[in-house]
């Protein structure tokens, strides 16, 4: 199974637009290694067919930047994208399937309650629902993905919840789904190569470890991680925003209950930050925060980033 970190960055990017902190600043000007796009991976079993986890609101630019996503030689229109399967439906996370709306036939995995937030969004229906399927995934039920064919992905996808909120846009209003205290709106995911049974976990977003995700994380070989923000109070303490991470949904990196404390104990092969946000200090490569998250055994990637499994 082959894995491509096409963006690493939470909400925003690194710089974001209207930021002038630290970090986005530098990555504007002297230190532009620090630009990073949207958080999402890209999975394939066959180096051939591609699956993407979420799609950015960069995902142009990840795939002009991937050349195993660019259209296969001899076809006058390709994609490899045979697939996207939604975590969540944070703008982050769904924006970029607007950017995949010329006509290639692909299929769209998501919960039921996100599902509903595509369904409640008519400018979503620039995907044709006959060529560009909505299938809906369930909670503890894998599933494999199939190619627009219909044949084999050997990819095999078991989603589970993950402790979190329904997206930021939906706070205040009823979600489209109804009920707001029911699961389904985060969810983490076991992607595994059905041949070898190399597998990999994607939580981007988890605002707790509990019991039951130790137990399933366990002695995994690879993570991808939650790591939004350095400290739970970050965006606060810069006067860039009114929320904790907590208030996000997200767990910090550091503290007693953050992802290095949480994790550190649970015999994971290669843990890997996602979704880092441009105030987080552990971006910077000589800072105190990047060299406890490297001591803790973490990696902090850069776009790009290809692992074989
Ligand atoms: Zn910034």
């Not at 930021?19 to 394939?44: F, H, K, M, W, Y």
């Not at 995907?127 to 909505?134: A, F």
Request: glycine letters at 10%; proline letters at 7%; hydrophobic letters at 40%.
């Amino acid at each position: 199974m082959r894995v491509v970190v096409l963006g690493a960055a939470a909400g925003g990017g690194v710089p974001q637009w209207n930021c002038n902190c630290d970090i986005c600043r530098a990555a504007r000007g002297a230190q532009p290694e620090l630009r990073s796009t949207q958080a999402s991976i890209a999975v394939s079993a066959d180096n051939a067919h591609w699956f993407l986890v979420n799609a950015s609101p960069d995902l142009r630019q990840q795939l002009l930047a991937t050349p195993q996503l660019h259209p296969q030689a001899g076809y006058l229109r390709h994609s490899p994208i045979a697939g996207v399967i939604l975590t969540n439906g944070e703008v982050d996370a769904v924006a970029g399937l607007l950017s995949l709306r010329e006509g290639w036939p692909f299929t769209i995995y998501a919960h039921q309650r996100v599902l509903s937030i595509l369904k409640s969004n008519s400018i979503f229906n620039v995907l044709d629902k006959k060529r560009v399927p909505r299938v809906p995934i369930q909670l503890g039920a894998a599933f494999e993905p199939r190619l627009p064919d219909g044949s084999s992905s050997g990819l095999e996808i078991l989603p589970f919840t993950a402790p979190g909120k329904p997206a930021w846009y939906l706070e205040g209003t009823t979600h489209p789904e109804g009920r707001d205290d029911e699961p389904g709106d985060t969810l983490g995911l076991r992607i595994a190569d059905k041949e070898s049974g190399e597998h990999l976990y994607f939580l981007a977003a988890c605002a707790a470890l509990t019991p039951d995700l130790r137990q399933r994380l366990q002695g995994a070989p690879l993570i991808f991680f939650d790591g939004t923000l350095w400290s739970n109070d970050e965006m606060i303490v810069a006067g860039l925003g009114a929320k904790t991470g907590q208030r996000m949904g997200h767990m910090s990196m550091s503290g007693e209950r953050g992802a290095m404390a949480a994790l550190a104990d649970l015999g994971i092969a290669r843990k890997i930050f996602l979704h880092i946000n441009n105030s987080n200090p552990a971006l910077l490569p000589d800072s105190d925060e990047r060299a406890a998250v490297e001591r803790a055994g973490w990696q902090i990637p850069s776009d790009g980033t290809e692992i074989t499994l």
